[in-house]
């Protein structure tokens, strides 16, 4: 790593010197994908790098969980066969997923697994050594472990743990405002960042008392910036993040499935899924007014008859907590649908009571199924918060910890953005498709399909960081940066950004109502509700402001708040570039899948709904295809479909593989 400085044009017409630094692979972010990607480059022999984050306590996976927050892995217990071809075959059957990248997830989901094992993260295991398992959503076999509700914070306390005894740099306070890339064609290629940090030194600086501006050039960016969790109103991802595909999106990365996001019920005060325990104790789901005053409604009870077949339901949203457009219609997601009529319809407000049994409740009219599952975890109290804390007294707790006493209050809920299936196209060595040197990790990179098991998210994680941190160091060795080329493309650009900036100083709209007005638009548009009439206003609505904000900046105060202004300006990039990928899908004739209901012609979601509920069956045929989005450089979303690449059937023979693997050919894509 080697410090420079480079001078740029002021808005005012002089010339300042920013701080430069030079390093060989950048790691943008420090989630667990992250944390993993640089301890393995540095396992790989890269010994000049930089994690730049925005805080190690900040970010997605430090600050979410469940009620135990599943991780999916190769089975490594018991009679029941498994291998990596049976466990990419589970991930390539949810549909639109490549099958090469479903092979690599599986074959090295043991040795991610048990780097974390190895790491000290305390993943459950019997006398025998047997990592004990669960079925998870979507998963025909035994799979799944956890460490209980703060899995992924495991796993990040223990990556950073290790990061501090590797003694890898680390520079926190830091948002990347702009992803840095150079030359055409073939030589494109990712070439650093710009990133915002604390207020620097110099008391002539234009931007004292703010953050400073400093460039990274860099021969390789890992991108681990996480989902897009500050697009949406009403989400699950914790407030301190936000999430930044929108560089990417605006440097021209091609993306992936944009429109495949997952959404579920979840508490709102204190952001949290409500899945698995806290829906298999069965609780009471009621609504009031907006006031929170007004006598409380058990509003499902009109669309499950007998109140059996409702009880039942509510305890398969623990197994089946995504929403999901199958299960819509008499099934366990209508009671998702539901919610979001009360809430985004009706204005109402929604809350679950942990205190009091649903209307006409008996533990002797559950299903079997439930009725059995409760009995085995010895939790038959007689109300949900007795049954909850026999069952999980960790999920329990969480939230006592969080100030919030379920045994003494209702918990206020809604359905929430969680995670996105989609993302930036990446190889099967988690290098951008059309960005040479950029490699996305975690869940920026769109390797998921329609449907994933839970918690093959955090594995797809950990993968990505091995991926990318063993081709850098095969592939990407030296330095063929040009840094001359570099010093004149981030002038550039950081000149732009100093000029959107002082022009936001006359902006009439604050970034505060830029942000609220781009995040309802999603949530009315591009959540798990979804229609061609809404839709289309939305995305001529997102271009609109797109526009308005690109050549006006927004209103902040100068300089405390140019972290939040500029932030907002990648986020209402890919707000737009979201929402042209779903209303293109949508227009394509794909239909109601995953996690989206698409309304329309076709059959009603209940009997007792209105006509405007009626919804369009999926087409089954897309399964097989992947969609693709691009942000062109005059502005335009440009989509498209491509079939997705089929399982590999690689010759299984080691005197071959061998060869390969010491000359290296396994490097070659």
Not at 124 to 139: C, E, M, S
Not at 282 to 291: H, N, Q, Y
Not at 378 to 391: C, D, K, S, V, W
Not at 531 to 537: A, D, F, N, P, V
Request: glycine share 12%; charged share 20%; hydrophobic share 40%.
């Amino acid at each position: 790593m080697a410090g420079d400085s480079l001078t740029v044009r002021s808005p005012g017409g002089g010339r300042v010197e920013y701080p430069l630094t030079r390093v060989h692979t950048l790691v943008v972010g420090s989630g667990a994908a992250g944390l993993n990607a640089a301890v393995q480059a540095r396992a790989n022999g890269i010994e000049d790098l930089l994690i730049l984050t925005e805080g190690l306590g900040m970010g997605t996976s430090i600050n979410t969980g469940s009620d135990k927050q599943t991780y999916y892995k190769l089975g490594l217990s018991g009679g029941e066969p498994d291998s990596p071809l049976a466990l990419a075959q589970t991930l390539f059957s949810g549909g639109s997923m490549h099958g090469d990248l479903a092979l690599v997830e599986a074959a090295l989901s043991a040795r991610a697994f048990l780097h974390l094992v190895n790491l000290g993260v305390p993943f459950p295991r019997d006398r025998f050594g047997q990592f004990v398992g669960y079925k998870t959503d979507h998963d025909p076999r035994q799979r799944a472990t956890s460490v209980g509700p703060y899995t992924s914070r495991e796993m990040c306390l223990k990556l950073i743990d290790r990061v501090r005894l590797l003694g890898l740099p680390v520079l926190e306070n830091r948002l990347a405002v702009s992803l840095l890339v150079q030359g055409e064609g073939k030589e494109w290629r990712a070439a650093g960042v710009i990133a915002l940090g604390p207020p620097g030194p110099d008391k002539d600086r234009p931007d004292k008392g703010g953050p400073a501006w400093e460039i990274f050039a860099a021969e390789n960016v890992i991108l681990a910036v996480g989902g897009p969790g500050g697009l949406y109103r009403t989400s699950v991802y914790p407030s301190v993040h936000s999430g930044g595909i929108g560089l990417a999106l605006l440097a021209g990365a091609r993306a992936r499935n944009l429109q495949e996001s997952q959404f579920g019920l979840s508490s709102i005060a204190f952001r949290w899924n409500v899945s698995g325990s806290f829906m298999q104790v069965v609780p009471r789901f009621f609504s009031t007014g907006a006031d929170g005053e007004s006598e409380p409604r058990e509003f499902l009870d009109d669309y499950f008859d007998p109140p059996g077949s409702l009880h039942a339901n509510i305890f398969l949203k623990g197994y089946q907590w995504p929403f999901d457009a199958a299960k819509a219609a008499g099934g366990s997601s209508l009671i998702d649908l539901l919610v979001f009529r009360e809430t985004e319809v009706k204005g109402r407000r929604v809350f679950l009571d942990y205190r009091q049994n649903p209307k006409g409740f008996t533990l002797e009219g559950l299903s079997r199924e439930a009725l059995d599952y409760l009995t085995r975890s010895r939790a038959l109290g007689q109300t949900p918060i007795q049954r909850l804390r026999a069952m999980n007294p960790e999920a329990y707790q969480l939230y006592r910890t969080n100030g919030i006493d379920l045994a003494a209050e209702p918990l206020e809920i809604a359905v929430c953005a969680q995670h996105n299936n989609g993302g930036l196209a990446g190889n099967l060595w988690w290098e951008s498709e059309n960005l040479a040197h950029l490699f996305p990790v975690g869940e920026v990179s769109g390797t998921h399909g329609v449907l994933r098991p839970g918690g093959a998210a955090l594995n797809s994680g950990q993968v990505g960081g091995f991926r990318a941190a063993e081709y850098i160091a095969h592939r990407y060795p030296g330095w063929t940066l040009d840094l001359e080329a570099f010093r004149r493309a981030a002038a550039e650009d950081l000149a732009r950004l100093l000029e959107w900036a002082a022009r936001g100083q006359e902006a009439g709209a604050s970034w505060r109502d830029e942000l609220a007005e781009l995040r309802s638009r999603m949530t009315k548009a591009a959540a798990h509700i979804r229609s061609r009439e809404t839709l289309t206003r939305a995305a001529g609505e997102a271009r609109e402001q797109w526009r308005r904000l690109d050549e006006n900046g927004c209103a902040f105060a100068w300089p405390g708040e140019l972290t939040q202004a500029l932030n907002l300006r990648q986020l209402c990039l890919a707000h737009l570039v979201y929402l042209e990928a779903v209303l293109f899908a949508i227009g394509s004739g794909q239909g109601s899948r995953g996690s989206g209901l698409v309304l329309g012609r076709g059959e009603k979601v209940h009997p007792r709904l209105g006509e405007e509920w009626r919804f369009e069956p999926e087409d089954p045929a897309f399964r097989e295809l992947v969609l693709e989005t691009v942000l062109q450089p005059g502005g335009r979303v440009n989509c498209s479909w491509v079939p997705r690449r089929p399982l590999p059937e690689p010759e299984a023979w080691f005197e071959t593989a061998w060869a390969d693997f010491k000359e290296g050919r396994i490097y070659q894509t």
